[in-house]
């Protein structure tokens, strides 16, 4: 059985990974878009997801890929009649409004997944599996990149609710709290804001093991000598590293997994699973720390930024 | 049987409000206090929880009235020792630290009570009944009052995971959640920054109710004509309005209760009924509301605050 999928929001992340994933994966398709300024050829495609939604017999299911300020609207809408619902990272503009659609999708028996991308990545489980059976005495993540490169023109990530430097360190979040053995929380935030922006180009963060355990993140938008996307673990088995976003797991410098990145298509198998049950998928736990990393921050304004 | 309570942190609030409210409970005594600066007449005194933790036998129970910066280990310390643990409010510095309390709690086999006084204000429960049984159209929040009078000398508040005027403001979240039928989430969040301080002075907040209905939240330090603590809702059977933090409901203007502030009294009556069972009363949505304000938060930079 297919699981027909509508996707909201045809913006970067839609094309470059949405479209061509749903291609790869068997069981799962693309039947519809809805999109304010552009459309796909092959597909039926709407202005609204409102206007979508009058064509509701073509599809089973929703993939939300707008900005995540006013997401809660259209899940709630996409829920409400009945269709499963897939949100890109993060879940929503605050951890609050997410509860409700949890409770919605259970009431109407449909899906309801926050996906985190990151977690698919290949040396993800493995990484957990290694963590599992040692011990670890400090952890590190280093996750940096060019926002002029990696986020050109997408003005909303700098809006409140954007997230900011926060976009791509939440994968980072989604993946230590993926792999750790306890629960982490935040003892300390250093959040510099250009100070034309009403988001951090760069963070520093310390989270608690509550068992002794540092672990120290440093997010930074402004490095433009290539991206840096490392989580470190220093254990009494070795030093882990989960490389390059997680296409990559050394132990002591040694690859033991390099594979290529298919996140989406994995993705995408696993909604094509809890849509045939009806099931529900939602950790708001990386969110949570950047709503804490908010909440504790302290605030230093920097050079401002131009994009271009 | 009297459930013999340890104050840690004997600051305003603990004067105020912790150590007169023991003496007028049944079933609660007052046995030990640890601070680093004061003490109290006809308790054992100590300048530490490690140090009053060494005459564990004094008492069952520790109430946390220090800053909310920090106060995790020390919950853990008491928790770890085995004692009931009653949290002042917020609970925590962040959303996030406070789930590994819980479940360390939990595992003890003792009580952890994350205390809202506000939701023990006498109209309270007779609001929650009158908007059960009506149809909401709006609520606005007025929290208003001078940090002088209300915080003097309290630098911490004004720190990071201090919370600024959410400190106040936090009673009013704790109120409306406890309130109103359904759970809301924030929309939009304006916060003024003294230029010269890392926390909010103003805040003005809209939340929604997923069905449509407004909340609005008007939160200030600067208001030096006298206090504003309203909850105002309008409905179809009148205009609700919860005064002056909750010692007085009116419909309509009619005033339809107007009862003496005895809001510690009943939180330390709650905690011996928690401790007696083991119980965890632990509602984390007030502080998850102000984490995701800071989170949406768009930050505006007002007058320097300087205290006198």
Same mark, same amino acid.
């Given at each position: 059985?297919?699981?027909?999928?509508?996707?909201?929001?045809?913006?970067?992340?839609?094309?470059?990974? @949405?479209?061509?994933?749903?291609?790869?994966?068997?069981?799962?398709?693309?039947?519809?878009?809805?999109? =304010?300024?552009?459309?796909?050829?092959?597909?039926?495609?709407?202005?609204?997801?409102?206007?979508?939604?009058?064509?509701?017999?073509?599809?089973?299911?929703?993939?939300?890929?707008?900005?995540?300020?006013?997401? @809660?609207?259209?899940?709630?809408?996409?829920?409400?009649?009945?269709?499963?619902?897939?949100? *890109?990272k993060p879940?929503?503009?605050?951890?609050?409004?997410?509860?409700?659609?949890?409770?919605?999708?259970?009431?109407?028996?449909?899906?309801?997944?926050?996906?985190w991308?990151?977690?698919?990545?290949?040396?993800?489980?493995?990484?957990?599996?290694?963590?599992?059976?040692?011990?670890?005495?400090?952890?590190?993540?280093?996750?940096? *990149?060019?926002?002029?490169?990696? @986020?050109?023109?997408?003005?909303?990530?700098?809006?409140?609710?954007?997230l900011?430097?926060f976009d791509p360190g939440i994968n980072a979040l989604s993946?230590?709290?993926?792999?750790?053995? =306890?629960?982490?929380?935040?003892?300390?935030?250093?959040?510099?804001?250009?100070?034309?922006?009403?988001?951090?180009?760069?963070?520093?963060?310390?989270?608690?093991?509550?068992?002794?355990?540092?672990?120290?993140?440093?997010?930074?938008?402004?490095?433009?000598?290539?991206?840096?996307?490392?989580?470190?673990?220093?254990?009494?088995?070795?030093?882990?590293?989960?490389?390059?976003?997680?296409?990559?797991?050394?132990?002591?410098?040694?690859?033991?997994?390099?594979?290529?990145?298919?996140?989406?298509?994995?993705?995408?198998?696993?909604?094509?699973?809890?849509?045939?049950?009806?099931?529900?998928?939602?950790?708001?736990?990386p969110l949570? @720390?950047v709503?804490?990393?908010?909440?504790?921050?302290?605030?230093?304004?920097?050079?401002?930024?131009?994009?271009?």
């Open positions: 059985m297919t699981l027909r999928v509508a996707i909201v929001g045809l913006g970067k992340i839609a094309r470059d990974q @949405h479209v061509p994933s749903i291609a790869t994966v068997e069981g799962v398709e693309l039947t519809a878009v809805a999109s =304010r300024n552009a459309s796909l050829d092959g597909v039926a495609c709407f202005s609204t997801l409102d206007e979508m939604l009058g064509h509701a017999d073509l599809f089973e299911a929703v993939a939300l890929c707008t900005p995540p300020q006013g997401r @809660h609207e259209l899940a709630h809408a996409a829920l409400s009649a009945g269709k499963h619902v897939l949100l *890109e879940p929503g503009a605050t951890v609050s409004e997410v509860r409700p659609l949890e409770a919605l999708a259970r009431e109407k028996g449909v899906s309801l997944f926050a996906t991308h990151s977690r698919f990545a290949p040396a993800v489980e493995p990484a957990r599996a290694f963590l599992a059976q040692s011990r670890i005495r400090s952890v590190r993540i280093e996750w940096k *990149e060019d926002v002029r490169k990696w @986020h050109p023109g997408q003005e909303w990530i700098w809006e409140p609710g954007g900011g430097v993946i230590l709290t993926a792999i750790l053995p =306890r629960p982490v929380f935040l003892t300390k935030s250093d959040l510099s804001f250009p100070e034309n922006r009403a988001a951090p180009i760069a963070a520093a963060l310390a989270f608690s093991d509550g068992a002794g355990v540092p672990v120290e993140a440093d997010f930074d938008w402004r490095e433009t000598r290539g991206e840096i996307w490392n989580i470190m673990a220093e254990t009494d088995a070795g030093s882990l590293t989960v490389a390059d976003g997680g296409k990559r797991m050394l132990v002591d410098g040694q690859v033991r997994l390099d594979e290529p990145d298919r996140e989406y298509a994995a993705i995408y198998r696993r909604f094509a699973e809890l849509a045939a049950t009806g099931g529900i998928d939602v950790d708001l736990s949570q @720390h709503a804490d990393a908010f909440l504790l921050g302290r605030r230093h304004v920097v050079e401002a930024f131009v994009e271009s």
